[in-house]
């Protein structure tokens, strides 16, 4: 029985592009936490998810919604004998979440989910910026952001990917570099999980 998955990495590293990906291949159906996070900002603003400039912050307020979103979807997948979910995103807490999760009998992450953290710890600032520069589409919010605020984003994004080896190696998750050929390393996960 395949475990549900739960993908992190931060912005433009290929979350959306691997959900979708496995969604293709392996059927999971996806959840993408960041139009959850819109959602939440636009009806709820006392919630306190619009600090763009202090996304622990605005993690750590999102963490007690999408834990129980996580443990109600795994109880839910397991009634109906199929663990077929894929949640991606960036938005995720685990310190504060785990308390949460284990109320849903969920005491360490990776033995009921599987855990996939996407990386480019050896892209540059400026590489970050040229990327977003030519693959953005209108689909995607930094796509009418200015050149200063796409450098200055590009400068968090760098560096909150380099913070996120030491933040979730704790739980045991599969790390993948997609500094360079992403779509090859996108597609040699899908593989492994089929592999699974």
Not at 1 to 30: D, P, Q, Y
Request: overall charge negative; some cysteine.
């Amino acid at each position: 029985m395949k475990k549900n998955i739960i993908i992190f990495g931060a912005s433009r590293a290929g979350k959306t592009t691997l959900a979708k990906k496995l969604n293709e291949k392996l059927n999971f159906s996806v959840i993408g936490t960041d139009d959850i996070t819109d959602i939440l900002r636009k009806s709820f603003p006392e919630l306190m998810l619009n600090d763009s400039n202090d996304w622990e912050k605005t993690m750590a307020n999102f963490a007690p919604f999408i834990a129980h979103f996580i443990g109600t979807l795994d109880y839910r997948s397991k009634c109906f004998n199929g663990t077929n979910f894929i949640i991606e995103g960036w938005h995720y807490d685990f310190e504060k979440m785990l308390p949460i999760l284990k109320m849903y009998e969920i005491e360490e992450l990776s033995d009921y989910f599987l855990l996939i953290g996407l990386v480019y710890p050896n892209k540059t600032p400026k590489e970050y910026f040229n990327d977003r520069k030519k693959y953005d589409s209108t689909d995607d919010w930094t796509y009418n952001l200015c050149d200063e605020e796409l450098k200055g984003l590009s400068i968090d994004a760098v560096e909150y990917n380099r913070k996120i080896l030491d933040k979730y190696s704790i739980y045991n998750p599969r790390i993948y570099d997609v500094s360079q050929e992403r779509e090859q390393v996108l597609d040699k996960i899908v593989s492994d999980i089929a592999s699974l």
